[in-house]
Nanobody, 119 residues
Framework: QVQLVESGGGLVQAGGSLRLSCAAS????????MGWYRQAPDNQRELVAS???????NYADSVKGRFTISRGDAKNTVYLQMNSLKPEDTAVYYC?????????????WGQGTQVTVSS
């Protein structure tokens, strides 16, 4: 069943901007943080940015200063503002949410949204 839903991907020229959105099902309670990962063809999935319920953020070095992660009023929503996009940002972007159940980390994933940056 779908528990995370992403939106906002698309085609944009280099230097342009996109904003990705993700909403987690309310059935996933006690979420501790959410984030964005991306995966290009034949590449490993990598962390782009993450944010905790306390608004502590973490970014990949390659996107610092260009991308901004934020969460909505509820901790089951997250956004990724992507500015100054580069062709190397082209990938499928996946939303992630996590929580701890009895000390064990549980991850939940969206289906992914395609971001393509043309040069």
């Amino acid at each position: 069943q779908v528990q995370l839903v992403e939106s906002g991907g698309g085609l944009v020229q280099a230097g342009g901007s996109l904003r990705l959105s993700c909403a987690a099902s309310a059935s996933i309670f006690n979420i501790k943080g959410m984030g964005w990962y991306r995966q290009a063809p034949d590449n490993q999935r990598e962390l782009v940015a993450s944010i905790t319920t306390g608004d502590s953020t973490n970014y990949a070095d390659s996107v610092k200063g260009r991308f901004t992660i934020s969460r909505g009023d509820a901790k089951n929503t997250v956004y990724l503002q992507m500015n100054s996009l580069k062709p190397e940002d082209t990938a499928v972007y996946y939303c992630n949410a996590w929580r701890y159940m009895f000390g064990v980390k549980n991850d939940y994933w969206g289906q992914g949204t395609q971001v393509t940056v043309s040069s």
